[in-house]
């Protein structure tokens, strides 16, 4: 490939803005409709932010909160911090003034910018807690007329600050951009702190540079692909398709009305290129079973019968497969699948990504069935992004592929994956002894088991999360779960084992599927707890967790289960914002239900 220019992100946007101006490089909808923004908009729009954070106060080195859902203002703070040498600390949407509260205080944060009233309001209430937060910057004002001036600012007014500062002291920018190099920090991205407090990557321009490189030649980038972003940007698998990889190849990024609206946006949008974590693959899995429930008839059948005819070699590329093959794929591609990538908004997507947790290979079958060519790939906070990732030429069923430009891997101790690489992260900010415990003689240790098979990764379980059960056995929750997971049926399973005399597990249905179900099936119910408690629904769960046995390997089977009566929430730290469980918590809240699982009077049906 191409080398890319030795550039960091945010002079590449200023050179993006010499050498196109007038190319789109931004589409924003507000109340339906799409608006664009070029290349030199983009660059003038954080050019003023930036500088109007200098007039605010904030040095050079200072830190950037940013709490909001992704639109354009994110990005133009984003890089107008980076502009005049500030760093960027994003802040999930979602989370609790708590959690908000945490990072914006252990992110040293001295003005954060936030979406609207909502998102202020958790501020505020922790002010207390943060000593060195001098402003509040808020993008939607509405509803905050009333609220300290001294303190809460406009997002336009920092536009309008910047614009007069920069009449001032017109060459400030170019000589910020001058001296930045790949080494200095550009982004701090917090872990999702499934076990514990999250904790502050810092990602230097070098890193973006290097992910930039590797996601342009791994995913095929380039100035057309196009792209909906609607993950959280303090996410890193979103700021590589929204940021680093867009910058550097001068491709299109589009932000959708919210994310309540991303199935619409999509359709809209039909992206060349899509970034789905499993929770949204598995989504989109139960929203095509449920349009089958409701069309029924001979357009199930025909479904059907299109995923016995094309799921044989629905993991070979197209050049490799028959001529047979290839008018299969075609005749139900007419059919019946182009009208499903329609309704979720896939049909153009020439290659679509799952990452950032275990997906069950169900549902990458069942895509790849489809005729969505959904690839695998694996990467952390730590790695700025992706770190190995499938080709569509070499797509291994549940490997995440080979390692990408740049990066190189190993196995350790225990069969630890080890990444290194110009990818590698600097480090975590305050907290010199996580980042030893991680970064070792050039290597970082991923924390995952893993094992190579035909130079591909296959990632088996979380180090820590390996399982031992009271006969000696070693078990791997991860994969347990997943195959349970790829029924429509089941969105969450929780594996308990360790220290057990055989594996069972706590299960939440999925409401919209089982609903759906129980409409068809004339079952009455009036809320979350009353479906999932109807002994109809148990022998649903049963039979879809007595196939997802049926490919285990005995040892790994689940003998008892018990169906949660609520959903697993955020709020009640249960599950971190990126939805990933807290097992600890998990155990310690259901303790008598998982006891229950364990007593031999217990009358409960096996799975």
């Known amino acids: 490939m191409r080398e890319l220019p030795d ?12 050498r196109m101006p007038d190319r789109l490089a931004l589409r924003q909808k507000d109340f339906g409709i799409w608006l664009p923004i070029t290349w030199a908009e983009y660059d003038q729009r954080a050019r003023h932010f930036g500088l109007g954070l200098r007039a605010l106060g904030l040095a050079e080195g200072g830190h950037l909160g940013i709490l909001s859902e992704n639109r354009a203002e994110w990005v133009v703070a984003q890089l107008g911090a980076g502009m005049v040498g500030a760093v960027a600390v994003g802040v999930y949407a979602t989370s609790p003034a708590n959690e908000v509260a945490y990072v914006l205080g252990h992110g040293e944060v001295e003005v954060v910018v936030c979406e609207d009233q909502e998102q ?11 000593p060195r937060l001098k402003r509040i910057v808020v993008i939607d004002p509405k509803g905050l007329r009333s609220y300290a ?34 080494a200095d920090t550009g982004l ?4 999702s702190g499934s076990t514990g407090k999250p904790k502050g990557a810092m990602l230097s321009y070098r890193n973006m540079r290097a992910q930039a490189a590797a996601t342009i030649e791994r995913l095929g980038y380039d100035e057309t692909t196009t792209n909906l972003s609607y993950l959280p940007l303090c996410h890193v698998a979103e700021q590589m398709l929204t940021t680093m990889a867009p910058i550097y190849s001068g ?19 039909a992206p060349s290129l899509f970034l789905g974590v499993p929770r949204i693959w598995e989504k989109m899995h139960a929203a095509i079973h449920i349009k089958l429930m409701e069309a029924g008839g001979w357009r199930r059948r025909l479904f059907e019968a299109g995923l016995r005819a094309c799921d044989p070699f629905a993991c070979k590329p197209p050049a490799a497969r028959s001529l047979r093959e290839k008018a299969v794929a075609l005749f139900f591609h007419l059919l019946i699948f182009r009208a499903l990538q329609n309704f979720i908004g896939l049909r153009k997507a020439k290659i679509a990504l799952t990452g950032a947790a275990p997906i069950p290979p169900r549902i990458v079958q069942f895509f790849r069935t489809l005729g969505v060519p959904l690839v695998e790939v694996y990467g952390l906070t730590e790695t700025s992004g992706m770190a190995t990732g499938q080709r569509r030429e070499h797509m291994l069923p549940g490997a995440v592929g080979e390692p990408v430009f740049g990066a190189e891997v190993a196995l350790g101790d225990e069969g630890e994956l080890l ?3 110009d990818i590698v992260f600097e480090g975590y900010f305050r907290n010199p002894e996580a980042t030893r415990a991680v970064l070792r003689e050039g290597w970082l240790h991923t924390g995952d088991v893993a094992v190579i098979e035909a130079g591909q990764v296959r990632i088996v379980d979380r180090l820590k999360d390996i399982m031992i059960t009271a006969g000696g056995k070693n078990l791997s929750p991860s994969e347990i779960e997943n195959t349970v997971k790829g029924s429509a049926f089941i969105k969450e399973c929780i594996v308990i084992a360790d220290g057990r005399r055989y594996p069972s597990a706590l299960i939440q249905i999925d409401a919209e599927t089982v609903g759906k179900w129980a409409e068809e099936n004339r079952i009455a119910f009036t809320h979350f707890r009353s479906l999932a408690e109807h002994g109809r629904v148990r022998d649903l769960v049963a039979a879809e967790i007595e196939r997802a046995n049926s490919q285990l390997a005995p040892v790994a089977q689940l003998k008892r289960f018990h169906l949660l009566v ?14 990933k469980v807290r097992r600890a918590n998990i155990a310690k809240k259901y303790a008598s239900e998982i006891e229950a699982l364990y007593k031999p009077e217990r009358q409960a049906e096996p799975a």
């Open 251 to 269: 491709s299109c990024v589009s932000f959708g009305e919210s994310i309540r609206t991303v199935q619409e946006d999509l359709r809209e949008v």
């Open 149 to 182: 001036s001294e303190r809460v600012v406009s997002f336009a007014e920092i536009l309008r600050l910047g614009a007069e500062h920069e009449a001032q002291n017109p060459g400030l920018v170019e000589a910020c951009l001058a001296a930045q190099t790949q």
């Open 188 to 191: 701090m991205v917090y872990t």
């Open 120 to 130: 202020t309001d958790k501020v505020l209430e922790r002010l207390d807690e943060l």
């Open 566 to 579: 609520k959903e697993l929430d955020h709020d009640d730290d249960e599950v971190t914002a990126t939805m």
């Open 419 to 421: 990444v290194r690489g």
């Open 7 to 18: 550039l960091t992100l945010p002079q590449m946007l200023r050179e993006n803005a010499r």
